[in-house]
């Protein structure tokens, strides 16, 4: 499937983080904007995993946000377009986030049935209180646990069973477009891959489209389809993940794949990710990723390179 479900053009969101009127006007002090997510344009196809890389800070949450309507972009614009479900209705996509803290985002005083049944009677998905909880059943078996957990309290579970909760109250909403923003942050490794492989599976047998977000480019290396790696709120690499991962054209995309352990080659020297991100209040001039990237030269500290087209993906450097 290659419909466009989700269209972002030329999506920003600055906020206005000055000190308040008065004493800015008192002590003379400038307006400080911050420019969380700056000029992205990107589209996500139907049945696809999109995934979004970078940094703490980089303006990963902001746009995830913008994305479910959480948080106004200051220009551009978010567009989800109607698709056909296999029902037969047509409309627009239902989306859904998934956070990375599911102890914050579970309600810990309702039973586990409680809160996924929730989206189904609000949305009056089920006509009666039977099929209800013969659905609240079956997603918990969706997502790996057992019907009768349905009678249990979120604290009697482990952080990945408490995901998967999280998940099947978002597909209890018959959702289409899952908007996961580290979902899997919180875990251990073994069950980060666990929770992966859920999803992945998820995304097959449903037909789920992913805005897959996290700070670690070996979550998202099997299982995107295209891949934007962002820096200070910009897209700095972004195109299908094959080509991205096999040949990375940034410097800063190489310097997140070089902090990636290695299993075929464990002993390959690895390079410590330097430097600090700079403020997205005060970015430097010219490419906001010179004053870490080890091969920045003048032109790089006095113009900005604009993003172009190279083998099918798109690069923001001046000597990509
Ligand atoms: N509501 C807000 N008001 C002011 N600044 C914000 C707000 N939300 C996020 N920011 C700032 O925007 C930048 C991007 O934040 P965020 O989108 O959370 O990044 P990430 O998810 O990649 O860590 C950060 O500098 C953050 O402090
Ligand atoms: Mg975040």
Redesign the pocket.
């Known amino acids: 499937m290659d419909d466009i479900i989700l269209d972002v053009a030329s999506a920003s969101c600055r906020?206005d983080?000055s000190a308040p009127t008065l004493s800015r006007l008192f002590s003379k002090q400038p307006r400080r904007i911050?420019r969380?997510v700056e000029n992205v344009s990107f589209t996500v196809r139907r049945g696809t995993t999109f995934s979004i890389v970078?940094e703490?800070?980089?303006?990963?949450?902001?746009?995830a946000r913008m994305v479910v309507g959480l948080q106004r972009p200051t220009q551009g614009m978010l567009n989800f377009r109607d698709i056909r479900r296999a029902d037969g209705s047509f409309g627009p996509p239902r989306v859904q986030m998934i956070f990375q803290d599911p102890y914050a985002s579970l309600n810990p005083r309702w039973r586990v049935g409680d809160i996924i049944a929730e989206p189904i009677r609000e949305l009056k998905l089920r006509p009666d209180a039977a099929s209800t909880k013969d659905r609240v059943g079956d997603l918990l078996e969706i997502v790996g646990l057992s019907r009768s957990d349905a009678s249990r309290y979120p604290h009697a579970f482990s952080g990945g069973q408490r995901q998967r909760i999280s998940i099947a109250r978002a597909l209890a909403t018959e959702a289409d477009f899952l908007v996961c923003d580290e979902p899997t942050s919180a875990l251990d490794v073994s069950v980060q891959a666990q929770i992966l492989n859920l999803m992945v599976k998820l995304q097959k047998e449903l037909g789920l489209t992913y805005l897959f977000i996290s700070h670690n480019l070996s979550v998202v290396r099997h299982m995107s389809d295209d891949l934007a790696i962002m820096y200070l709120g910009r897209f700095v690499e972004a195109g299908p993940a094959e080509e991205v991962f096999s040949r990375p054209r940034h410097p800063y995309t190489r310097l997140l794949l070089d902090t990636i352990p290695d299993v075929e080659r464990p002993n390959r020297e690895r390079r410590p990710m330097s430097g600090e991100v700079p403020s997205?209040i005060d970015p430097p001039p010219g490419c906001s990723f010179n004053p870490r990237c080890s091969r920045a030269a003048d032109r790089c500290r006095a113009e900005r390179p604009e993003l172009r087209m190279l083998g099918g993906v798109s690069v923001s450097c001046h000597f990509a």
């Open positions: 906020f983080v911050l969380a970078g703490s800070g980089c303006g990963k949450s902001t746009l997205p």
